[in-house]
């Protein structure tokens, strides 16, 4: 047990250190705007790490002000210090110091939602018990105002022991440079005076402390006198002495006399805070007008309910239509690009890598940058505004009849971003079983990357024609999208029904006011977004893309090169002018493609090829499936490459090449059946290494990724199996 | 006492009421009250989702919404509108 009293500064910690001169935690609830104001606060100057052996996100930005520079930890939403999920425990253990590889931070900014003091002032009154520097940051005022909540500043902070509070506006920024100045000052360590709210829990805490020798400090007593030992607490408990722990046990009976200590401990702290409230808030809040009018509608079960799938399908059809003029546009720079490359450095290994393998490879992912920018658009929208909440209050039902609840649907929403972020959203879930259920479900959700596959099949071999407002592409895809939702939630039904039969999951949920996303918060978590796809655009695809190639293109067969010397010597003595020039392209496809057929990717494709040839593909195309089990978009990538070479290459663009090609009798190989397979296929395989890792870290074992991949990648190929020959047949 | 027939379940759209007594035996019931369902608290039906289930309360101004299941747990004493 390492007494609170000890300072613990690991080397890392030191580093972050460096510069500035106060650590200081940014607690507050969920939806209190805090993230928003984290960013206001520290702008682009922020670092996002993870906490040590979890996922959740630990974001860190440096406050500058009169020329002192404060560290901002940005903690995950909590509503109470008694943590119920993941991440409220993260946010306690921070706050508390007992973030292993951490100590405790040098001061507390607490963000209180103003238009919704009642349940602030419950967590505002717990960090006060803390005694550690603190400043309040009442945000949401303009909003507050325009309600007719009327707030006494005043009153407030002295009803809380003298504590400053700043009212700001997040959006306009109005109030921050006095709360920038208050931030500061914590490194004074300004005092104010302890509310006694619950005497008896105080004095009961006095006790522990001394029996245990000052092991523990008084905010631990209060604590442990709530919560009891158990397993969340069990890294500052697991040292005590037995007596202690039999002290800690009298004292709780005497406190709680056998009622439930949280109930207990939510009756004092609230009944201080409808008194305080009381004294220092006039006028009931009501809704303001463009808000009342969106709430009256969604407030009606089947008009909120048809207004979510009708939210969705705009998204859908958004990032299908509006995407496409930039698409082309990148497609066209990238393809001439690569024929001005090839042309300047002529023929060779170096111009094959920089035309066939960089450019043509990189470029055909980065390609679907608008399409995943305006997804991560419409999914930052629709979170900040707080429909996401009012989404997952719509679906409870539904999802109870899968056995989940309505919270699973915002991790599964996520997913259709990326699976990585969705997984990690799990964590809102207090239910062990109910989060690996969800965890099962949400890799099947149609992620970004899934979409260029998607979009490149689509678009190739789907027909332009028009149904109703959607065309037959935009109305395909959205198959697809509900295809995979269908698959998700039969995992969790499977699930629920066996490996994790329970209980029925808890529900009970924030619905946040409506309110206008932040442009400049929308701004940060999308840029945020585009570096995380750009950067694996730039390091695993590149490298993926370079190593494809290399596969493609070596060994070079020395047979292959003196064929083509003697074709094309026997071509000049028949040919001349054009006519030469195109049997010389000619010559030229063929000596391609026959190195190809004899790389090393040609070779491992063709040693695959028995496995897949039941699902009507060719060596090529399972050549690229193979390529693509560490990410799937590098699929197209590899597509990109393989199709880059060979006699098919005198299309212009990928989706071209791809109809041209056929097998050794002609017929083309990528029919109906074998395209819907392959959709299939991609829409069930689990081809991700990054949700296989975040899967291990979030479920703490193998045995959950490894059920996934298997799990997925034997429906993918079952489906693709039953497609292509009940198809063909 | 007619405390009793009055639950949040049995609270009709637009009806407001005040939380009497909370049966608390049940953790996911402790965890409402931490978010402020407690004794004393005025609450006000919102709305319903499809089938009447899960229900959007406004404690304070917020929404909150519960199931029918835990609405059960707290009993309201209705507040009638002019009062």
Do not use: N, W
């Given at each position: 047990m390492t007494k609170p009293s000890e300072i613990r500064i690991s080397a890392g910690e030191i580093a972050v250190r460096r510069g500035a001169e106060a650590r200081i935690a940014v607690v507050g609830s969920p939806n209190s705007g805090k993230s928003t104001l984290f960013n206001r606060l520290t702008g682009l100057k922020q670092r996002i790490g993870n906490y040590p052996g979890v996922t959740v996100e630990r974001h860190v930005g440096t406050l500058s002000f009169d020329g002192k520079k404060t560290e901002l930890i940005d903690l995950p939403g909590t509503h109470s210090l008694s943590a119920h999920s993941l991440e409220e425990q993260i946010a306690v253990d921070v706050i508390l110091g007992r973030m292993e590889g951490s100590s405790a931070p040098d001061g507390i900014l607490a963000v209180l939602d103003a238009t919704n003091l009642y349940q602030g002032l419950f967590l505002l009154q717990q960090l006060i018990e803390l005694q550690m520097p603190m400043v309040v940051a009442l945000t949401m005022s303009d909003a507050a105002a325009q309600s007719g909540i009327d707030i006494d500043l005043d009153a407030l902070s002295q009803a809380v022991g003298g504590v400053k509070i700043c009212s700001v506006v997040a959006t306009t920024g109005a109030g921050l440079a006095k709360l920038r100045a208050a931030i500061t000052e914590l490194q004074d360590r300004p005092a104010f005076q302890d509310i006694t709210v619950w005497p008896e829990l105080t004095e009961a805490a006095k006790k522990l402390q001394s029996r245990s020798n000052d092991e523990l400090s008084a905010t631990e007593c209060k604590r442990l006198l709530i919560d009891g030992v158990t397993e969340r607490n069990q890294s500052f408990t697991a040292g005590l002495d037995g007596d202690v722990v039999g002290f800690l046990e009298e004292l709780r009976d005497d406190l709680f006399a056998g009622e439930p200590p949280l109930a207990i401990e939510a009756r004092i702290r609230y009944d201080w805070v409808r008194d305080t409230l009381n004294t220092v808030q006039r006028s009931v809040p009501k809704l303001q007008s463009w808000r009342t009018g969106i709430t009256t509608f969604l407030n009606q079960p089947i008009a909120g309910t048809v207004g979510l799938f009708i939210v969705m399908a705009v998204v859908f059809q958004a990032v299908f239509a509006w995407a496409t003029p930039i698409m082309d546009f990148i497609d066209g720079v990238a393809g001439s690009l690569g024929s001005t490359v090839a042309a300047t450095l002529g023929d060779g290994a170096f111009s094959s890598l920089i035309a066939d393998g960089i450019i043509a490879g990189v470029g055909s992912v980065i390609i679907f940058l608008p399409q995943i920018l305006i997804l991560f658009l419409f999914i930052i929208l629709l979170e900040d505004s707080g429909y996401l909440a009012r989404a997952a209050y719509l679906m409870d039902r539904t999802m109870r009849s899968v056995g989940l609840s309505g919270q699973s649907i915002i991790p599964m929403i996520s997913s259709f971003a990326c699976a990585v972020p969705g997984i990690m959203a799990?964590?809102?879930?207090?239910?062990r079983r109910d989060r690996i259920a969800t965890i099962m479900a949400a890799p099947f959700m149609t992620c970004s990357a899934r979409l260029p596959v998607y979009a490149l099949l689509i678009a190739a071999f789907v027909p332009e024609d028009r149904v109703g407002f959607m065309n037959l592409q935009g109305l395909v895809l959205f198959g697809l999208y509900i295809f995979g939702i269908v698959m998700g939630i039969l995992t969790a039904l499977l699930m629920r029904k066996t490996?994790?039969?329970?209980?029925k999951p808890p529900f009970a949920l924030m619905l946040p006011e409506f309110r206008r996303p932040n442009v400049q918060t929308v701004l940060i978590q999308l840029l945020g977004r585009v570096k995380v796809f750009l950067y694996r655009a730039g390091t695993v695809i590149f490298t993926v893309a370079v190593v494809v190639w290399a596969l493609a293109y070596f060994p070079r067969s020395q047979i292959i090169g003196t064929e083509v010397e003697k074709q094309r010597q026997t071509a000049t003595y028949s040919l001349s002018g054009e006519q030469l020039a195109a049997e010389y392209e000619r010559i030229d496809h063929v000596a391609a493609a026959a190195q190809l057929e004899q790389s090393w990717l040609g070779r491992a494709g063709k040693t695959v090829e028995p496995l897949f040839r039941p699902l009507g593909w060719d060596w090529r195309v399972s050549a690229a499936v193979i390529a693509g089990f560490p990410a799937r978009e590098v699929v197209i990538a590899v597509l990109g490459t393989v199709y880059?070479?060979?006699?098919?290459?005198?299309?212009?663009t990928l989706s071209g090449r791809l109809k041209a090609s056929t097998w050794a009798n002609g017929s083309p190989v990528f029919t109906l059946p074998m395209v819907i397979g392959l959709l299939i296929f991609y829409a069930c395989c689990l081809q991700c290494a990054a949700t296989l890792a975040v899967i291990r870290r979030e479920t703490n074992t193998w045995r959950w990724p490894v059920f996934a991949w298997v799990y997925m990648t034997s429906i993918g190929y079952v489906g693709a199996l039953l497609a292509f020959q009940l198809g063909s047949g | 006492m007619e405390l009793n027939s009055y639950t949040l379940a049995t609270l009709k759209h637009g009806e407001k009421g005040i939380i009497q007594?909370?049966?608390?035996?049940?953790p996911q019931v402790q965890r409402l009250m931490v978010l402020g369902?407690?004794?004393g608290a005025e609450i006000e039906h919102a709305s319903t989702a499809i089938g009447g289930d899960p229900i959007e309360f406004r404690l304070f101004g917020c929404g909150i919404s519960l199931r029918q299941e835990h609405a059960r747990f707290f009993q309201v004493a209705p507040v009638v509108a002019g009062d």
């Open positions: 799990t964590r809102v879930i207090p239910s490996a994790l039969r329970g209980p880059a070479v060979g006699d098919e290459a005198d299309d212009a | 007594s909370v049966d608390a035996s049940d369902l407690v004794e």
